[in-house]
C-alpha cells in the first residue's frame, strides 16, 4: 500500500514556495522502493537537490564525524501528526515521521576528488543544494513505522541524478583534498546490519531508533532559506513539535569546536555524539564499563583512570583509559587516533581519523589535574 501525504499548507513549506515548480509531494511507502525520488523527499531537479512539500532541514550543535562529509538533515511528518518534546532524550515522533540525512562533500578539482573544507552557504539552493557545487554520495532513511523504525540506505549515481537502495551498504573510493596533502580513502556506506549496529542504542530491546535529533542538539539557530530561526521554535511553528519549552530556557549541547566554551564541555558534548550511542549503561559496549554519555558523572565511568576490560591491541599498550594530563597515555585517543579496523574507535562510519576532534580529546586530557595510582 503506498499512502501520498503532504503537509498542504504552504505555511510549513520549507523549500520555496514561490517559482514555476512547486514542492514535489512526500510519498510515504509501506515497502522499499528503488528509487529514493519515489519517496518526494529530495529530489533533482532545476540543478539542485530540493526538498518535498513539508521537508524541513535541521542541523545540530554538534554532529557525527564522518570522514569530513557533510550532511543536510531533514524531517517530514504526516499532516496534523507532531513529535512530543522530551527534555534528556530523542523526540517522540509519531508513526509517519521520515528523517533523512544526505552526506556530500564540496566538489574537488577533479572527478574522484572531494574537498576538505567548512560548509557555506554557496552550496546552498534555498533549502537545499547546488549540485555544480557538491557531489553527493548518500541518503539515509529512518521511518516510524507502527511497529518501529526502518532503516534504508540509498547510493547516488556518478550523474547526480538518482539514488538506489543498497540494503548490501557500498565503497566509494575518494580522493580527500586537503591543502597539498590529498589522501585517498574509501567511504563506507553502511549495510543495513551496520545501521541497526549503530541505532538500536538499547542492547537489550535492539530497538532501532534516531541518535541525533534531540533538544540539546537541536536548540540552535539555523539559517532557513525563508530567514535564521531557532530550530525548536520552527518545528513548533511548522505543527511537528509540541510540548516543547521556550528556546533559550531548553538545553543547549555545546559546539564541540567553539573555543569559547571550555574545553571539558566541548570534549564531552564530542564524547556524546560520535561513542554515546554504544559507549552508555544500555548500549551494546555496556559491558565495557565506559560510559560517554553527557550524563555520565566524571569519574571511571568516563575512563579516568580506568583500566579496560578486553581490549587486545586497542589499549596501545597503555594502562588507562584516560590517564588525566597525559593523553598520549591514554588508551581512549590511541583508539580515536588509528584507522587500523581492530583498533580505531569508533568501529563503524568512518575510514579517516578526525584529526580536529582527537586535538580537542588530547586538550581535554591535557587539561585534567590528578594522577592514577598504580
Request: glycine content about 10%; hydrophobic content about 35%; some cysteine.
Given at each position: ?7 498542504g499548507?504552504?505555511a510549513?513549506?520549507l523549500?520555496?514556495c514561490?517559482g514555476?515548480n ?6 510515504l ?6 528509487n529514493?525520488s ?7 531537479a532545476?540543478g ?6 513539508g521537508?524541513t532541514?535541521?542541523d545540530?550543535n554538534?554532529?557525527?564525524?564522518t570522514d569530513y ?7 517530514w511528518?504526516p499532516?496534523?501528526?507532531s513529535?512530543?518534546?522530551r ?11 521520515v528523517i533523512?540525512k ?8 577533479a572527478?574522484?576528488?572531494v574537498a576538505k ?9 534555498g533549502?537545499?543544494?547546488?549540485l555544480d557545487?557538491?557531489r553527493l554520495?548518500?541518503t539515509?532513511l529512518l521511518?516510524r513505522d507502527e511497529?518501529?523504525w526502518?532503516?534504508l ?5 556518478a550523474?547526480?541524478?538518482?539514488a ?7 565503497v566509494?573510493?575518494?580522493?580527500l583534498?586537503d591543502?597539498?596533502?590529498?589522501r ?13 549496529g549503530?541505532?538500536?542504542?538499547n542492547?537489550t530491546t ?8 534531540k533538544?540539546r542538539n537541536l536548540n540552535?539557530t539555523y539559517a532557513?532559506?525563508?530567514g535564521a530561526?531557532?530550530q ?6 511548522a ?6 519549552p521556550a528556546?533559550e530556557?531548553?538545553p ?14 566541548r570534549?564531552r558534548?564530542?564524547?556524546d ?6 559507549h552508555?549503561p544500555?548500549?551494546?559496549a555496556?559491558?565495557?564499563?565506559l560510559h560517554?554519555?553527557?550524563e555520565a558523572?566524571?569519574?571511571?565511568h ?12 586497542g ?5 588507562y583509559?584516560v590517564t588525566?594530563?597525559a593523553?598520549?597515555e591514554?588508551i581512549?585517543l590511541?583508539r580515536?587516533?588509528s584507522?587500523a579496523p581492530?583498533i580505531m574507535?569508533p568501529?563503524l562510519g568512518r575510514?579517516?581519523i578526525h584529526?580536529e576532534?582527537a586535538?580537542?580529546i ?6 585534567m589535574?590528578?594522577?592514577c595510582?598504580?
Amino acid at each position: 500500500m503506498i499512502r501520498a501525504l503532504s503537509a498542504g499548507v504552504c505555511a510549513l513549506v520549507l523549500a520555496a514556495c514561490g517559482g514555476e515548480n512547486p514542492p514535489q509531494t512526500v510519498t510515504l511507502h509501506d515497502d522499499n522502493p528503488v528509487n529514493l525520488s519515489d519517496w518526494g523527499l529530495v529530489t533533482v531537479a532545476n540543478g539542485a537537490l530540493e526538498l518535498g512539500d513539508g521537508v524541513t532541514p535541521y542541523d545540530l550543535n554538534t554532529p557525527l564525524f564522518t570522514d569530513y562529509a557533510h550532511k543536510l538533515r531533514t524531517v517530514w511528518m504526516p499532516e496534523g501528526a507532531s513529535a512530543q518534546y522530551r527534555e534528556g532524550d530523542v523526540l517522540d515522533f509519531p508513526v509517519g515521521t521520515v528523517i533523512t540525512k544526505t552526506f556530500y562533500y564540496p566538489r574537488g578539482t577533479a572527478p574522484g576528488r572531494v574537498a576538505k573544507a567548512p560548509e557555506t552557504a554557496s552550496e546552498r539552493a534555498g533549502n537545499g543544494l547546488k549540485l555544480d557545487q557538491v557531489r553527493l554520495i548518500e541518503t539515509r532513511l529512518l521511518i516510524r513505522d507502527e511497529d518501529g523504525w526502518r532503516a534504508l540506505p540509498y547510493v547516488w549515481n556518478a550523474e547526480q541524478s538518482e539514488a538506489t537502495l543498497q540494503r548490501g551498504g557500498a565503497v566509494k573510493r575518494l580522493t580527500l583534498e586537503d591543502g597539498d596533502q590529498p589522501r585517498d580513502f574509501a567511504y563506507i556506506v553502511p549495510d543495513a546490519n551496520q545501521c541497526k549496529g549503530c541505532h538500536a542504542t538499547n542492547n537489550t530491546t535492539r530497538e532501532i531508533r534516531p541518535i541525533g535529533p534531540k533538544p540539546r542538539n537541536l536548540n540552535k539557530t539555523y539559517a532557513y532559506a525563508e530567514g535564521a530561526q531557532n530550530q525548536i521554535a520552527k518545528l513548533v511553528e511548522a505543527g511537528y513539535l509540541i510540548g516543547a519549552p521556550a528556546a533559550e530556557t531548553a538545553p543547549a549541547l555545546p559546539v564541540w569546536d567553539d573555543e569559547s566554551a571550555p574545553v571539558t564541555a566541548r570534549a564531552r558534548a564530542y564524547l556524546d555524539v560520535n561513542c554515546a550511542h554504544c559507549h552508555n549503561p544500555a548500549g551494546p559496549a555496556d559491558t565495557s564499563g565506559l560510559h560517554l554519555n553527557v550524563e555520565a558523572e566524571e569519574g571511571a565511568h568516563l575512563g579516568v583512570c580506568k583500566p579496560p576490560i578486553a581490549a587486545g591491541r586497542g589499549s596501545g599498550g597503555h594502562t588507562y583509559g584516560v590517564t588525566p594530563g597525559a593523553p598520549d597515555e591514554s588508551i581512549l585517543l590511541f583508539r580515536m587516533r588509528s584507522d587500523a579496523p581492530d583498533i580505531m574507535m569508533p568501529e563503524l562510519g568512518r575510514s579517516l581519523i578526525h584529526e580536529e576532534g582527537a586535538d580537542l580529546i588530547k586538550a581535554w586530557i591535557a587539561w585534567m589535574d590528578g594522577a592514577c595510582r598504580s
